[in-house]
């Protein structure tokens, strides 16, 4: 069990090196299905649930099922409410999604199959398409990205989990 963002979790989350200083990759495995996993992360509406970085408050406005170039906006929080505008940048249907805004930079989801009822998630926060990474790094949005990741899929398979 290790302390993230303040909470003790205990999920077996599984650092990845990526050999990109600017790209951040973290897994979990989950007892659930590949394809319910998948729609649970391709719903914006449930974002908030399994949010570890506690910003996200839920969906303002967009589609129930992400696609790709589907556009869709988040009520966020840090420090004060706004929202943010994502665009679909990614998707093939119950392997990859991934979204960015304004600042270019991705947040990506890769579920794989593993065994019958058990699926890997993979999760990517991907500065190298960001219009600044070295902003990125001087808000130290690496280090907290990596803590909320890693709380993120430890929610994700909680969440998954109950609901399968």
Same mark, same amino acid.
């Given at each position: ?65 992400? &696609?790709?170039? @589907? %556009?869709?906006?988040?009520?966020? !929080?840090?420090?004060?409410? $706004? ?6 940048? =990614? ?35 991907? &500065?190298?398409? @960001? %219009?600044?990474?070295?902003?990125? !790094?001087?808000?130290?949005? $690496? ?6 990741? =890693? ?14």
């Amino acid at each position: 069990m290790h302390l993230i963002y303040g909470e003790y979790m205990s999920c077996n989350v599984e650092t990845l090196e990526t050999g990109n200083r600017w790209i951040i990759s973290r897994s979990v495995d989950i007892d659930a299905l590949a394809s319910a996993v998948f729609d649970i992360i391709a719903d914006p509406r449930q974002h908030a649930d399994f949010d570890g970085s506690k910003t996200v408050l839920g969906l303002a406005e967009g589609p129930n099922r992400l &696609a790709l170039d @589907a %556009r869709f906006r988040m009520k966020m !929080r840090i420090k004060v409410p $706004y929202h943010i505008s994502n665009s679909v940048v =990614e998707f093939a249907e119950g392997e990859r999604i991934a979204w960015s805004h304004l600042g270019g930079h991705r947040w990506r989801y890769e579920v794989a199959s593993l065994t019958q009822g058990t699926c890997r998630v993979t999760e990517t926060f991907d &500065a190298s398409y @960001a %219009r600044s990474a070295q902003a990125l !790094r001087l808000m130290n949005a $690496y280090t907290n990205n990596a803590k909320a990741i =890693e709380k993120t899929l430890c929610r994700l398979k909680s969440y998954a989990q109950d609901v399968a």
